[in-house]
């Protein structure tokens, strides 16, 4: 266990804290969930700063469309986040890099109209013979202090912990596994064989950039993530509507029950791991699982202050491409870029990341069982 911590830290310095839950890690989470005050609904910041959508008129002929991909008018739109809280449960301020929402327009693309798939990546190796970054033994060039016998390929794995812990330590609950990788979602033991619809998960940026490229594709602007993501709708909180279950039902494959304890998902929503894509209703524009399952790379470089920044200028963003360089100061070393939805770990007790106009972020050459991506294409 000494060297997986060691590894985990020295090798792929992997930034799963800033993937699931941000750095600033207020007191209130050293409260025991139960104890906490949890609501059905999100607070948000005085009144709505969200001003109707406008959507292009354009549409393409239905008959272009590739395959399994949907048509995205793009407009104008306000994007980012007013919510309060990070969480359901009053815990204070980490949204506030989703903060001020301001106006962007977005001109029309295509999107992917699920996570890609196992499948689909797997055409993509078996074409290329492309070999992700995890499967990848690091170098000694790379990482010059680490002893040579941890230098081993892998990469994070989601790892429940046998009882009740402090959320302030999410060492508890990621290992470094070598032999993880995506055809081996858990280590060397696991397998993907009966899983072609469950979205690619391990997939370092460079990773989904390769595959875009080969699919003729590219990955998303976070602008163009949140844009298609709302589905034409104006600040709602989520990718369908204002509340988590509507009619008592949940749209999204999240994380119910204590987190991270073993056994402690109680998989209300249908799955207590990672689910098949496109399990759930589809968003306004035909895209699934905006909301949950697995996190998604977007282009952008991560800046905490690039929404503030944005909103300076009182003008509306044309087709925003992410600030100039990354900007994490709770962990300044780490070159990130922004991930966008949450994922099927995502859970009300501690991050909401499911809200449709939150951030994530993470290094870009860090993976995890959590972690996959979308394509867009222009038109
Ligand atoms: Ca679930
Ligand atoms: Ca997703």
Redesign the pocket.
């Known amino acids: 266990m000494k060297n997986k911590t060691y590894c985990f830290f020295s090798i792929l310095a992997i930034s799963v804290l800033a993937i699931t839950y941000g750095f600033t890690k207020p007191d209130a989470v050293k409260d025991k969930p139960e104890a906490m005050d949890c609501t059905e609904t999100a607070k948000t910041s005085g009144e709505s700063q969200f001003k109707p959508t406008i959507e292009n008129k354009n549409t393409p002929p239905t008959n272009k469309t590739p395959k399994g991909m949907v048509w995205i008018p793009g407009g104008e739109f306000s994007m980012g986040s007013n919510v309060e809280d990070e969480s359901l449960c009053s815990i204070k301020g980490i949204t506030k890099d989703a903060s001020p929402v301001h106006r962007v327009y977005v001109d029309g693309y295509y999107m992917d109209k699920t996570e890609v798939t196992n499948e689909q990546f797997e055409a993509f190796v078996k074409a290329t013979g492309y070999v992700t970054l995890a499967e990848k033994k690091p170098t000694i060039e790379e990482y010059p202090n680490v002893p040579v016998e941890n230098l081993i390929a892998g990469s994070a794995v989601f790892t429940p912990t046998p009882a009740k812990v402090d959320l302030n330590n999410y060492i508890q609950w990621w290992s470094y596994v070598g032999g993880a990788d995506w055809r081996h979602p858990k280590g060397p033991q696991s397998s993907i064989k009966g899983k072609e619809k469950y979205p690619v998960v391990h997939i370092a940026y460079e990773d989904a950039v390769a595959y875009a490229n080969w699919a003729g594709k590219r990955l998303p602007t976070e602008a163009e993530w949140e844009f298609a993501a709302r589905g034409g709708k104006t600040g709602e909180l989520y990718a369908w509507g204002n509340t988590l279950k509507p009619k008592g039902k949940?749209q999204a494959?999240?994380?119910?029950g204590h987190f991270p304890v073993k056994d402690g998902?109680t998989?209300?929503?249908?799955?207590?791991?990672i689910?098949p894509t496109a399990q759930y209703q589809p968003n306004a524009y035909g895209l699934y699982d905006m909301g949950?399952n697995v996190w998604e790379w977007t282009n952008d470089w991560y800046s905490v202050d690039y929404y503030k920044s944005l909103s300076k200028s009182k003008k509306i963003t044309k087709n925003p491409q992410g600030p100039d360089a990354y900007n994490d100061p709770n962990d300044p070393t780490q070159i990130k870029r922004v991930h966008r939805g949450g994922s099927?770990l995502c859970t009300d007790q501690y991050c909401t990341r499911y809200m449709v106009g939150t951030r994530g972020k993470g290094e870009v050459r860090s993976a995890a069982n959590h972690l996959g991506f979308r394509c867009v294409k222009n038109i």
Do not use: H
């Not at 494959?253 to 119910?256: F, K």
């Open positions: 949940f494959n999240i994380y119910q998902d998989g209300e929503d249908g799955f207590k791991d689910a949950g099927f």
